[in-house]
């Protein structure tokens, strides 16, 4: 069957109704049955992988083989446009029949403001979780008790280190958050190389501190809570622990184990730094692996997710990251939305998800599948821990704690002027101004009382 292959290289017009909004039709729930193999439907399939085009022809041409009455037409749109087009396309009623967007950012496509563009995957998601090699992936993508997107390729931030140097050095990959922080002391002891280059311009030395939070939040019984699992426990007044973190992350920025200015320095100087070999570890991507192996071509290069403390070393690790996810239009019609959920389901079962492993060289949901490169095989490892731990908040968020990123990398620069509590204040203040804004949250939500006191657990992982 004849397949449109486009790749969308501008917006959409989003005035093509003139200016006034257009008819999106109406919402539709999710489908509980598959098409009738006796009706024909044709259906859009919109990605943003134009380096796997030929892989996804050849997928869509497999599924059209086992469904004669489906027929897909695909497109692609680039990763820095999906968002825009796909609300230019649902403006216009052209919204494809399922898309490719980010699972961890769902938000600004089903909201009041903007519209619901996302159908619900609820009983799908009781039918295939157990597919997952990280089940709680799903999490990222429920918003109000709904799941929207289905989790597809793993995307994330890994320690790389420089598996050459460490052999030189008699360093090893450390597998608990302790092991960790003695290694980059005896890193920045050694004095030859930074310890962990990070590109602080974009939040990565973030990421420390999102950890830290996680594993006290799990030793503490925090992530057990019904408040925490929605994403709004009420903050304690007793903020010690997290300013001991913020405070123990702002002490490394001072000594430069980011190295000098790290603060202003992007992912991809961070990432010279390593490739210069300046430094012994670096935040980097999957993706990024490639460049990074053509210019060392004489250095091994491995990768951990950060650790966490010895009690919980073997439950829980920390990798900044999301998911590319799969979602479906619910404004087309019920034909056209069974045939959607089929296509979705067949995008990640056992046999395609192996077909992309393969093919793609990408890190993919699906627990059955075997990677035959040693290299990835030791990445997919450490990535299913992406979205360990996620809540599925039932609020919308906004602009209110948008900018909280941006706050507490002004407390590690010291330009903030303002201690760690007051940070950590101001930080739950955001998250509380969004709960209870009208505009986005009708109605308002407030804290979710603790129902259980918190567990004592060590702390000298914190000293």
């Not at 010690?240 to 200015?261: A, H, L, M, T």
């Not at 019609?333 to 995008?347: G, P, T």
């Not at 704690?401 to 010291?414: D, F, K, R, V």
């Amino acid at each position: 069957m004849k397949k449109f292959l486009a790749i969308v290289l501008g917006i959409m017009m989003i005035f093509c109704c003139g200016l006034v909004a257009c008819d999106n039709g109406e919402i539709g729930g999710e489908p509980v049955d598959d098409l009738d193999p006796e009706t024909h439907v044709k259906i859009s399939f919109m990605h943003m992988w134009s380096e796997h085009a030929v892989v996804f022809e050849d997928l869509i041409d497999d599924f059209e083989k086992e469904h004669t009455n489906i027929e897909v037409e695909i497109s692609i749109t680039p990763y820095n446009q999906i968002e825009q087009v796909l609300q230019a396309a649902y403006i216009s009623d052209t919204l494809p029949n399922v898309y490719t967007f980010y699972t961890h950012y769902m938000n600004p496509l089903v909201s009041s403001s903007d519209g619901v563009m996302a159908g619900t995957l609820n009983s799908l998601h009781d039918e295939i979780v157990d597919w997952f090699i990280q089940p709680d992936s799903w999490e990222m993508g429920n918003l109000k008790g709904n799941y929207y997107s289905v989790p597809f390729r793993v995307t994330g931030e890994l320690v790389f280190y420089n598996q050459t140097i460490f052999e030189e050095k008699g360093w090893e990959a450390p597998t608990t958050f302790e092991e960790f922080e003695a290694l980059m002391d005896a890193i920045m002891a050694d004095g030859q190389y930074t310890a962990l280059a990070a590109g602080g311009k974009e939040d990565q030395i973030t990421y420390l501190i999102n950890a830290m939070s996680l594993f006290a939040a799990v030793l503490d019984g925090s992530v057990e809570e019904p408040g925490y699992q929605v994403g709004r426990l009420e903050p304690d007044e007793d903020t010690s622990i997290s300013e001991r973190i913020y405070e123990k992350v702002k002490g490394w920025v001072e000594q430069d184990y980011f190295g000098k200015g790290a603060i202003a320095v992007s992912k991809q100087g961070a990432i010279k730094e390593f490739t210069s070999r300046e430094a012994a570890m670096v935040f980097a991507n999957v993706n990024n692996l490639g460049d990074i192996s053509s210019i060392m071509p004489n250095d091994e290069i491995g990768a951990f997710a950060i650790p966490a403390p010895a009690a919980i070393a073997d439950q829980v690790k920390y990798v900044y990251g999301g998911y590319d996810g799969l979602s479906y239009n619910p404004g087309a019609s019920e034909d056209e939305r069974a045939a959607s959920l089929m296509l979705i389901k067949y995008l990640v079962s056992d046999e395609v998800q192996q077909i992309l492993a393969d093919r793609t060289q990408s890190i993919i949901v699906n627990k059955n599948v075997t990677y035959h490169d040693p290299t990835y095989e030791a990445f997919a490892e450490e990535y299913k821990y992406v979205g360990a731990y996620s809540t599925g908040i039932d609020y919308m968020t906004g602009t209110h704690s948008a900018g909280n990123n941006s706050i507490m990398t002004s407390y590690l620069s010291g330009t903030s002027g303002q201690t760690a509590k007051q940070i950590i204040d101001l930080i739950s203040d955001n998250v509380y101004a969004d709960m209870q804004d009208p505009l986005i949250n009708n109605p308002p939500v407030d804290w979710y009382p603790r129902q259980n006191p918190k567990k004592d657990f060590d702390q000298s992982w914190l000293n």
